[in-house]
């Protein structure tokens, strides 16, 4: 099972350096509306270029939470909070939008991740 929650916390870390860092400024069929970048996606949900930075440095700061938390485990519970919490704030901004779905894929992934993780790391499973 802890080899699973490792391939967990490089999966959502991966994902969320490629977002933020490598596929800000283009085009995904993820993103919100007709959006062709970050910028224009947060403008779809209605939020400012400085709303895009401080969720960016969060889930960045997530991510590298949890990357750590494979040498430090105390990291993990609260950056797969922050994780979750994240990510369930980009399903809503999908659906505040009525974006398909389909659209919503990625964050509802990551979220299931994120809470696979809360509950190894507290125990529960």
């Given at each position: 099972m802890e080899d699973l929650v490792v391939a967990a916390k490089i999966i959502l870390f991966?994902?969320?350096?490629n977002?933020?860092?490598?596929?800000?400024?283009r085009g995904t069929r993820w993103r919100a509306g007709d959006a062709g970048n970050m910028k224009e996606e947060f403008k779809v949900y209605g939020l400012s270029e400085t709303m895009m930075y401080s969720v960016g440095i969060l889930k960045v700061l997530s991510a590298?939470?949890?990357i750590v938390s494979i040498w430090f485990?105390?990291?993990?519970?609260?950056?797969?909070?922050a994780m979750g919490f994240l990510m369930v704030g980009a399903i809503w901004m999908h659906l505040k939008v009525k974006d398909p779905l389909k659209k919503?894929?990625?964050?509802f992934v990551f979220l299931l991740?994120?809470?696979?993780?809360?509950?190894?790391?507290?125990?529960?499973i």
């Open positions: 991966v994902s969320i350096v977002v933020w860092f490598f596929r800000t400024n590298i939470g949890l485990p105390a990291l993990a519970i609260p950056a797969s909070a919503a894929l990625p964050a991740l994120s809470v696979f993780i809360w509950l190894y790391s507290t125990g529960l």
